[in-house]
């Protein structure tokens, strides 16, 4: 099945998508949940289903999810009425939240932050030293959708005076935080974006995923804190199971097992309530990418 590439998905969907106000509230008998793609497809789904279980326990409800093979495609489930709830980055919330009608419900939290970083990456010895030496360079992007990696990155490298559309060699969508920092450590490109849960390097995904041989890897930048991901509702679900929904998510946090699967699941430990405007930053980064929701 042809499909648009992504780049051009993300700006048919920012430019064109408009969302219909429901003309009724829904109350599904199935819970439809969405994830986004932060690794390969597969190892989200078989992460999210001990998460699945127990907001079915919870909610007493079945829960079916469904994992897109994208960013944008979690945003185009929810526009088409095939979801109900979704874990969004948060590029893809405000997305979602333009086109879809999705709204914001929860935020999630780690080690008591509700922030992140992106970051770019290169090899150990690598002669890039500064932002301003990827000119020319081979380099991975996570997918145009993701905020760490793929718009945030864009915005550090536009302040180190360099056009990420002209002034990289080739361009790769790697689709996951693992293929892209794998691409790095291989060899297949010279520098790579990613996220980061500081900036000291202490708890940076690459030594998640290559355990001892993470020394091979340099972080080079760090982006302004980004406001972390998301859990989003449709337009049209019922408040009273929007409210059930809420509070589930939460007390999913609370619990030892809960924390221990979220964190399995997407580096996430617990959520927080969150309103629009706590993504009012995301809503900036697009706009100097070229992007804009307005």
């Not at 497809?41 to 998460?51: D, Y």
């Not at 939290?109 to 509700?114: E, L, P």
């Amino acid at each position: 099945m042809s499909r648009l590439p992504m780049h051009l998905a993300i700006v048919a969907l920012v430019a064109f998508g408009t969302a219909t106000a429901p003309a009724e509230a829904a109350r599904p008998k199935t819970l439809r949940i969405g994830f986004a793609p932060f690794e390969n497809q597969a190892e989200v789904m078989k992460k999210a289903q001990p998460v699945v279980r127990a907001l079915s326990k919870m909610l007493g409800m079945p829960v079916q999810p469904f994992v897109a093979g994208d960013y944008p495609g979690v945003v185009e489930a929810m526009k088409g009425g095939k979801l109900d709830v979704a874990f969004y980055s948060p590029a893809a919330m405000v997305m979602a939240e333009r086109v879809a009608g999705a709204r914001v419900i929860l935020k999630s939290m780690y080690k008591g932050r509700a922030v992140y970083y992106a970051s770019i990456i290169t090899r150990q010895d690598s002669p890039i030293r500064k932002l301003s030496d990827l000119k020319g360079k081979t380099f991975a992007f996570v997918d145009p959708g993701s905020t760490s990696g793929g718009v945030y990155p864009k915005v550090m490298m536009m302040k180190a005076g360099l056009n990420p559309n002209r002034d990289l060699s080739r361009v790769i969508n790697a689709g996951g935080h693992d293929a892209a920092i794998l691409a790095v450590y291989n060899r297949k490109v010279d520098a790579a974006a990613t996220f980061a849960n500081d900036t000291r390097g202490d708890d940076v995904p690459w030594k998640h995923i290559l355990k001892g041989d993470a020394r091979f890897i340099r972080a080079l930048a760090y982006s302004a804190p980004i406001p972390n991901g998301a859990v989003a509702v449709s337009a049209s679900l019922d408040a009273a199971l929007t409210a059930r929904v809420r509070q589930a998510f939460l007390d999913l946090g609370r619990t030892a097992d809960g924390r221990k699967e979220l964190s399995k699941m997407y580096m996430i430990e617990s959520f927080a309530p969150a309103v629009a405007s706590d993504y009012d930053p995301v809503r900036e980064a697009f706009t100097m990418v070229g992007l804009s929701l307005k």
